[in-house]
C-alpha cells in the first residue's frame, strides 16, 4: 500500500531472544552501561553503529579527557577511573602524564590513544560476557507509550532486520534515538530558537614538535583573520592535543547550521568538515612553531556532535543548579566541568558570550562540583527505558557542561546499575529506590559524598 508520500510494506523479521537488557549506542555511555549491568549478572546486547566502541573518543578521533579533578579529588571514579588507570599500564596515555597526580591538579586531564582505548573497551566487554553487535543499529521499537514500557526493537545490520525484545533498555546513541522512537517526551536543538552548538570533525596529525609548540593560539587565529587566511573566519578553536610523542588530535572546524537529526545535513558537514580540516592543518604549519612539518593524516569516521536531541527527565539539570553548586540525595555521580557551549555563529557576540562564560564565569572553584541527580537518567514517566550520555535531561547551558566523555561513562555506570537494580527488584526505572543504587555505585568505586 502506498501514497504520494509514503510506502507501506509487510515483511516477517526473525526474533532474537534471550537478553535482559538491550543497550543502544557504544559510545562513553553505552559502553559503561553495557559492562556495569553485564558485571552484576546481566545478560545485555550492546548494539553500535559504527565497527568500533568508544564513540567520540575512537571514531570521532577526541581522543582526550578532562574536567577529571576539583583540585581536591578526582571526581569521575568508578569505571572511569578503571578504563583510565588500565590506558596508562598500557601506555596508552599522552607522554609524562601520571594520573596518581590528578587529585591536587584542578581539571586536570590528558590526551589518550584511541586505538589503545577501542582494544580496551572491546576487552573489558568480552571478558564482562556483553554480547556485542558491531555496525548495528536500532531502526525502530515496540512500545505501549500510553504504559510508558518497552517491548522490544528492531535492528538492522548486514543481516538485514532483527526484532530482540528484552525486559529492559538504554539508550546511549546520543541523539536519544531510542527514545525518540518510543514516543518519550524530547526536546531537539532549533527547536526553540534558531541555536544549534555546531559539530566538528576532528582529525589525526601526526609530526608534531610538541616541545617547541609555542605561540598564544587566539593571537595567531586573529592574524590568519586577519590576513584573510580562513574560508570561515572563526575565533573560537580549541586547538591540538598530544595523544603520543609527535601525534595527537585536531579539534578544529565549527560546522555551523549542521544538524545531526537530518541526513543531508549531515553528509554536507561531513564533507565541509574535511575541507575545513585541511584547511586548518595548513593554519597550523603556517602559523604556529612546532607545527612546520604536521600532517593531517585522517579525519574521523564520525563526527563530534555536540548537541542534538535530549530527553525530558523524571528531573532536568539546569543552570541554576550549576551555581548553587547543588548536590543532591539521589546524585549518580559528581562532576564540576565548566559550561562549555560554543559559539552558534562567526559574529564577535558569540565570541565574546563564549570567553564570558568558558573563560571567565562559568567555573567551579578548587573543591567545588554539582552533582547528576538520578532522574535525568529517565525519560518521565518511562518503567524500563533509560537514557545516558549527552542525550539526558538538561539545559542548554548544563548540557554543555556534562556532555563530555568522562561524564557520560559515569553516567552509562549510574544507568546500567540501575537496570540491573530493576531487574532484580521489579522496581520501575521512574521509580526506583535511589538510596540501594548509590550504595551500589559506591561498591563499585563511584565517588558520591551525599
Request: contains cysteine; neutral net charge.
Amino acid at each position: 500500500m502506498s501514497n504520494a508520500n509514503t510506502y507501506v510494506l509487510r515483511r516477517e523479521i526473525p526474533v532474537e531472544r534471550n537478553y535482559d537488557l538491550v543497550v543502544a549506542g557504544g559510545g562513553p555511555a553505552g559502553v559503561a552501561a553495557a559492562i556495569s549491568a553485564a558485571r552484576l549478572g546481566v545478560k545485555v546486547l550492546l548494539v553500535e553503529a559504527t565497527g568500533c566502541l568508544g564513540g567520540t573518543g575512537t571514531a570521532g578521533l577526541l581522543a582526550f579527557w578532562y574536567s577529571l579533578s576539583d583540585g581536591v579529588r578526582v571526581l569521575p571514579r568508578g569505571l572511569f577511573w578503571e578504563i583510565l588507570s588500565r590506558m596508562q599500564e598500557l601506555g596508552q596515555l599522552a607522554p609524562g602524564v601520571d594520573i596518581n597526580r590528578f587529585d591536587q591538579q584542578w581539571g586536570a586531564g590528558t590526551g589518550f590513544r584511541a586505538e589503545g582505548l577501542k582494544r580496551l573497551l572491546d576487552e573489558l566487554c568480552l571478558k564482562a560476557g556483553v554480547d556485542l553487535l558491531l555496525n548495528t543499529r536500532v531502526v525502530e521499537v515496540d512500545a505501549d507509550a500510553g504504559k510508558r514500557r518497552v517491548n522490544g526493537i528492531v535492528l538492522h545490520n548486514i543481516e538485514g532486520l532483527r526484532y530482540v525484545p528484552a525486559k529492559m533498555f538504554i539508550d546511549g546513541t546520543g541523539d536519544a534515538v531510542l527514545a525518540n522512537l518510543c514516543g518519550a517526551e524530547c526536546w531537539e536543538a532549533g527547536r526553540d530558537s534558531q541555536h544549534i552548538m555546531p559539530p566538528t570533525l576532528c582529525g589525526l596529525v601526526t609530526d608534531v614538535d610538541f616541545a617547541g609548540f609555542t605561540g598564544d593560539q587566539d593571537e595567531l587565529i586573529a592574524k590568519a583573520i586577519a590576513d584573510g587566511f580562513f574560508t570561515q573566519p572563526d575565533r573560537h578553536v580549541p586547538g591540538i592535543i598530544a595523544s603520543a610523542a609527535t601525534f595527537g588530535i585536531q579539534n578544529a572546524g565549527h560546522l555551523f547550521g549542521t544538524n545531526a537529526l537530518k541526513a543531508r545535513s549531515l553528509t554536507d558537514g561531513y564533507v565541509l568538515g574535511r575541507k575545513l580540516a585541511e584547511e586548518y592543518a595548513e593554519f597550523y604549519r603556517r602559523y604556529r612553531l612546532g607545527c612546520q612539518q604536521m600532517q593531517l593524516v585522517t579525519t574521523a569516521a564520525l563526527m563530534g556532535v555536540r548537541e542534538s536531541r535530549r530527553i525530558v527527565g523524571e528531573s532536568t539539570l539546569t543552570y541554576a543548579d550549576f551555581t548553587a553548586r547543588r548536590h543532591f540525595a539521589d546524585q549518580i555521580a559528581v562532576y564540576n566541568k565548566t559550561v562549555d557551549v560554543h559559539v552558534y555563529d562567526l559574529s564577535d557576540q558569540q565570541w565574546q558570550r563564549y570567553v564570558q562564560e568558558y573563560r571567565q564565569r562559568d567555573k567551579c572553584g578548587v573543591g567545588e562540583s554539582f552533582g547528576l541527580p538520578y532522574g535525568i537518567l529517565v525519560p518521565r514517566g518511562w518503567q524500563n527505558l533509560w537514557a545516558a550520555g549527552r542525550c539526558v535531561s538538561a539545559d542548554v547551558k548544563m548540557h554543555g557542561s556534562i556532555r563530555d566523555q568522562p561524564a557520560c561513562y559515569v553516567m552509562g555506570q549510574a544507568a546500567g546499575t540501575a537496570a540491573a537494580q530493576a531487574l532484580a527488584t521489579g522496581q520501575p526505572a521512574c521509580d526506583l529506590d535511589t538510596a540501594t543504587l548509590v550504595a551500589t555505585l559506591r561498591r563499585h568505586g563511584a565517588y558520591l559524598p551525599q
